[in-house]
């Protein structure tokens, strides 16, 4: 059986990192199946899905990372050929990824008990952003 | 049900990023499936997949942020150990991964409207290259 | 149809990194399912899962990279919060990501020959890993 859910999140952009996993859960709890894998995908291309320990150090670390990896103000041939401001968003979500496969088993997400599912939003500026949570179950 | 597909791309290697979201849209098509989540997958170990908006300025903005992460022209102990010259497209390989997972509603990708499916190869010379898609659904 | 099976791995963490096919093959195999997708999630928030060609040099260089990325002996402000000294492990797990989902079909995963499926363990100790298969096929 497939269950189509949408979760519909506002972020202030710059690498807001909003944690989803109450939402995809009670997605799952009203899906009313047991047993399957959700599948998380976020529209566009500025954000990224990913698992971490929601704890305001460890995503101020991973920001710092990001941020050496591809920097805010750096140059970008974006910028120059769009008049934007958000090539690092692109590169930044490019790199981890849109997409999040997880598995339930009796009903519940198998997350480890510090593991949580989080958006990060990498556009310059707020944004009411769309997860497609595809549900395939039994 | 289950839908088997394979995608076949001829690549110019070197980073060569080529958009998959018209053939990926045409296997949907064919399976004549409404609703599900199409699971692709590039074969080999020198190539990724991901999203991105498909514009010549950040592919290169993506492309230049890998060549500072894993640089072309450094040492690779893959090199001393084979006399390959690829090291460097294993590493982006194994850092973007080979698979993504889209959901499909109403017989339609949930892609945004600047989000492309994109193939990256890595390896250092052309190749043909197999993605498998296998779209569940009903 | 629906099959979830559960990979129990002993690792000597500080970035070991496993080969999980032949542990994922025989999953597959006892499943019998023939046509579907195999959907792998590592239980944590330090340790990814990503495909690679697995040899100890390539490993090495992947390595590498990531030490430059997010350093091992680096500050992070997850060690002042939580007194850990693996802020670096749950950098670099959030980048590379919990999961891979694998098409297989007449029963055989559709990996290249030279492609394996890696659990890397990023934290700063030995752990026992739990990784999820969730199976679905026909």
Redesign the interface.
Known sequence: M?V?KQLTLSTRGNGDTIDMTPGVERALKESQLA???I?L?V???TAAL????Y????I???GR?LE???PRHAE???????GDDN?HS??R???????????F?AGRL???M??QIILIDFDTRPRQREV???I???
């Open positions: 497939i189509s047993s399957g894998v599948t995908f529209v566009g291309s990913t698992t971490i320990e704890e305001d150090g460890v101020a670390d991973l990372v050496k990896m591809a970008y041939e974006h910028h120059l050929r769009w090539g692109h590169v979500a490019a790199l981890l990824g849109p997409t999040l496969s997880i598995p088993v198998t997350l480890g510090w593991q497609v949570a595809q395939i179950g039994e």
